[in-house]
């Protein structure tokens, strides 16, 4: 008998198991693929480390911006994915030490809850049963299908397929779906001279941020040279040879057809329960996804969810990390220690973007009475030491008491940033008190001390 089994071993998970062995539980984790999950290995950190690569090459090839003497710069593809997939092994083997010291117990292999009652859940792996006092699944999402004739041609790929292993060396490439997985993959190709085109059912990229980060990504990856169609109503995927063509309606409903090497498809991303139950367990799903209440608790005895495969949950790492560190406080019968309404969102695209809290927009629907500063990277010296287009920094705050509200960042270093104005809106800190902090220079920080003066 285990004091806590974890299902799915992403950041979740093994930061479930880690906090539960550091408070002295018995743990049992279960994973069917590789330690870390699809952020570490398909995900995250691999998409980051491509991104890194591009800009790279971008910046070897532009050498005269900087004063450098470049020519003869040649891209090595499989050497770009081969240094991915050096920093890929070395934090999984990080984490394996850790769950080592930690005295976890990792078992690979698919698991599934064949019993859950009011004293223990069984759980089957292989061909062994386990037993544990709490369950917690962390089974993580995978990458979202849409019902268009010719999603299942050869050349149809998934995020999976462009960030594990060697990746796919495509000279042209359609994505569906212009949400954060699509645009920073139209940054890596576009980057290294691919042509890309992005399709956009919505009328704007990136609809979940806010309308003038979308307007200033749109106008970086146009200037890139990807071609960019919003409000486009996908009909079906064609294969010609070895040539994909795509059929779609453009926002004026004319029909249009466009072709490439490959296609990716970028809708999102859906929880992963399939094969998670026993055919007599029974748990409350909504669209797939585990129904839980605001501990993590599902509606089977003993068994809590944490990350995307929640209901509800924003599909973020760090928002998987979080809950995970809440859950194993609530089994412990100690108080949450995670504010799980205020999340930071990134796009590491060039410039990077980043958002929390409200925007302004979202004031105004609230009726809030705010006041709103600006200020744009061409004032800064070490944005215009960094090269790159011109962006800013946002803030709002409550005009009766100057409370920072939110902050929406387009700029280099925004995804190091924002964490600086998650603790001041978490804290509750005013702009006077942001501005009273000294930021060192040249910085892209003082981007943050000169809004925030600006509102005192």
Not at 154 to 176: A, H, N, Q, R, Y
Not at 318 to 347: D, G
Not at 415 to 432: F, H, K, N, R, S
Request: hydrophobic fraction near 40%.
């Amino acid at each position: 008998m285990f004091d806590i089994a974890i299902i799915g071993a992403g950041p979740g998970g093994y930061t479930a198991a880690d906090e539960a062995a550091r408070r002295g539980k018995s743990v049992v984790l279960f994973e069917r693929n590789l330690l870390g999950g699809t952020c570490l290995n398909r995900g995250c950190v691999p998409t980051k480390a491509l991104l890194r690569s591009s800009k790279a090459y971008v910046e070897a090839i532009n050498g005269n911006e900087y004063g450098i003497a470049s020519s003869g710069v040649q891209l090595d593809f499989s050497a770009m994915h081969a240094r991915k997939t050096k920093i890929v092994t070395s934090l999984r083997d990080g984490l394996t030490k850790l769950m080592k010291k930690d005295k976890v117990k990792l078992v690979e292999g698919e698991a599934q809850i064949v019993s859950a009652n009011d004293a223990s859940c069984t759980i089957v792996c292989g061909n062994m049963e386990y037993e544990a006092r709490e369950t917690v699944i962390a089974t993580g999402s995978v990458p979202k299908s849409i019902p268009i004739p010719g999603i299942e041609l050869p050349g149809v790929l998934t995020s999976d397929d462009i960030l594990e292993g060697e990746g796919k060396d495509l000279s042209s490439l359609i994505i569906i779906g212009g949400g954060v997985i699509g645009v920073e993959c139209a940054e890596i190709y576009t980057a290294l001279g691919r042509q890309v085109t992005i399709l956009e059912a919505m009328e704007r990229i990136l609809p979940p941020f806010d309308k003038e980060i979308a307007q200033r990504i749109n106008m970086h990856l146009k200037k890139s040279n990807v071609k960019i169609e919003t409000a486009a109503r996908v009909a079906e995927i064609t294969q010609q040879d070895d040539i994909l063509c795509v059929r779609y309606c453009n926002k004026k409903g004319d029909e249009q057809q466009i072709c490439a090497r490959g296609v990716l498809i970028a809708t999102g991303r859906t929880a992963e329960t399939t094969g998670l139950f026993a055919n007599n367990i029974h748990a409350k799903l909504e669209r797939g996804a585990l129904v839980c209440d605001d501990d993590g608790r599902s509606s089977l005895p003993h068994v809590w969810a944490i990350g995307d495969v929640r209901a509800g949950t924003t599909q973020l790492a760090h928002v998987a990390m979080a809950q995970a560190r809440n859950v194993i406080r609530v089994i412990c019968h100690e108080e949450q220690l995670m504010n799980e309404q205020l999340i930071p969102s990134c796009v590491y695209t060039s410039p990077e973007v980043a958002s929390i809290g409200i925007t302004e927009a979202e004031a105004k629907e609230r009726g809030l009475l705010i006041r709103t500063a600006k200020v744009v990277t061409g004032s800064n010296a070490k944005c215009l030491i960094e090269g790159g287009d011109s962006g800013y920094l946002k803030l709002i705050a409550a005009k009766d008491n100057g409370r920072i509200l939110g902050a929406q960042l387009v700029c280099p270093r925004a995804t190091d940033l924002i964490g600086e104005l998650t603790v001041a809106i978490a804290q509750d800190m005013t702009a006077a008190q942001l501005a009273a902090v000294i930021h060192p220079h040249p910085t892209v920080n003082e981007l943050i001390a000169e809004a925030a003066l600006q509102l005192i």
